[in-house]
């Protein structure tokens, strides 16, 4: 069901009229697209961003609950707001996202943190509007987590840049991994309709962006409601054919459902980037099973032989989940054995954390803490010196970057990303965000690239 939105009848500039807002976000890119959409919508109230927490007359965060440590990242934060709004007591505090959705998380977090004015579900964006309004005008604390499975169109959206766009096709998941939380707290899956989507990347490249990022917690899944098998691929086919667009890029794929089709797809097109994230989460069957993955390591292999061989030179990066519940060395060693076998460009390793309703919380975990934190560090110790020999390759080519503006740790560089996603940075004292240009790679590092201009560019 898609339903359109229309927030005229609830926006009232005079609310944040010479009023501030900060939003922190914790989570996946899903977080951070749903993170712009309430950023317009609070600015369409007149307020002004701000940086300073301390200073800002309204605090939205908006969580995550894949793991413990974003969540305990968003206690400890509303500690510390709490304490500041004894001080000034007009402050406005909003918890949305994954956290606000989960089965009585609202009612124990108002009980734990009376200062909290709103609190939000990942259902309730196209009633912010309406909830923002609530809380400047009413004392009592505002509870919206109501699940519902529509599709949404013509949210605003306020991008961090003017050249990369998230582009949302699909929102929730049918999986149901046994360690994940995501189908409890943004629903069963529901695709967009393909000519929404189309008509979205169309306007975002007449505005002048040249690069779109296609999410949903399962893009191989999209359209599967609405239209049938391979309709990721269709709409990948539509989307490469949009003049003015430079880049395109999805995440994430669960490898059970990465077809065929979809690889020829790649590997025919002009504006799909080399660059696939496809977590394997486990090397040993087992495991896999008792996560409901629903695919084997010899198949995750085979998969991986076939888009490399499809798609030459493609960039494949994964995630890991250590210390699942019973996963024993051997078990363990298995994925180690499968990292050094198919050698990923980049694997992000992660502790598990129980969750819960999921079916992994009903698990015994006889893994401790410290037993996980060892396996990590293994992880790492096998995979840090793989992503340096493949970017080491690099040296002495030519590639074509993305611009995406100064370097965090350096004003004297420029940052941006190679088609198959990797971070290179390079000098220059020109304002070239968002601009297509060449550069030599030079040196490789574990996690990024040291470049330069090749002559000819600015």
């Known amino acids: 069901m898609i339903q359109d939105f229309k927030p005229c009848h609830v926006v009232n500039e005079e609310i944040g009229r010479g009023k501030t807002y900060t939003l922190i976000t914790y989570g996946c890119q899903m977080n951070e697209n749903d993170s712009e959409v309430i950023a317009a919508i609070v600015e369409n109230f007149g307020f002004i961003f ?85 809380i400047f005008t009413d004392k009592r604390t505002v509870i919206d987590i109501e699940e519902h499975n529509r599709v949404h169109e013509g949210l605003p959206s306020r991008p961090k840049n003017t050249f990369h766009a998230w582009v949302p096709v699909i929102y929730g998941c049918d999986n149901f991994c046994a360690y994940c939380v995501v189908p409890y707290v943004r629903g069963r899956e529901r695709s967009r309709e393909l000519e929404s989507i189309i008509k979205e990347v169309h306007e975002l490249v007449s505005s002048g962006y040249k690069e779109v990022t296609l999410l949903g917690q399962n893009v191989n899944s999209y359209g599967n409601d609405l239209y049938g098998p391979e309709s990721f691929a269709k709409l990948l086919t539509c989307l490469d054919q949009i003049d003015g667009l430079a880049r395109i890029r999805f995440m994430t794929s669960n490898p059970k459902d990465l077809s065929n089709e979809v ?177 030599k790679i030079e040196k490789a590092l574990t996690w990024n690239l040291v470049g330069s201009l090749q002559d000819g560019e600015k």
Do not use: W
Not at 51 to 61: G, H, Q, R, S, T
Not at 65 to 72: F, G, I, N, Y
């Open 50 to 134: 701000t940086e300073n927490m301390a200073d800002a007359d309204l605090v939205i965060i908006n969580t995550c609950a894949v793991r413990k440590k974003p969540e305990d990242k968003v206690t400890s934060l509303l500690g510390k707001l709490s304490i500041l709004k004894k001080e000034r007591h007009s402050l406005k505090i909003a918890v949305g996202g994954c956290m606000s959705q989960q089965q009585d998380f609202a009612q124990q977090l108002k009980k734990r943190f009376p200062g909290v004015d709103l609190i939000f579900g990942t259902h309730a964006l196209t009633k912010l509007p309406d909830l923002i309004k609530q």
């Open 263 to 439: 690889i020829a797809v790649i590997r025919d097109s002009r504006k799909i980037c080399e660059h696939i994230h496809l977590p394997v989460q486990s090397g040993s069957n087992r495991i896999l099973e008792l996560m409901n993955r629903q695919y084997t390591r010899e198949y995750y292999l085979n998969l991986v032989n076939k888009i490399r061989s499809e798609v030459p030179g493609i960039s494949i990066t994964t995630d890991i989940l250590v210390g699942f519940p019973g996963e024993n060395e051997n078990d363990f060693l298995d994925t180690l054995e499968l990292l050094q076998e198919i050698k990923f460009d980049n694997a992000f390793a992660f502790i598990y954390s129980k969750r819960m309703n999921t079916k992994a919380a009903s698990l015994e975990d006889h893994i401790s803490y410290k037993e996980k934190e060892e396996r990590l560090s293994r992880i790492n110790a096998v995979q840090q010196p793989i992503s340096k020999m493949i970017n080491e390759r690099l040296k002495g080519n030519t590639c074509e970057i993305l611009v995406e503006g100064r370097s965090k740790n350096n004003e004297q560089m420029l940052t941006g990303r190679t088609r198959s996603n990797k971070l290179v940075h390079f000098a220059s004292s020109c304002h070239l965000e968002g601009q297509l240009l060449n550069v």
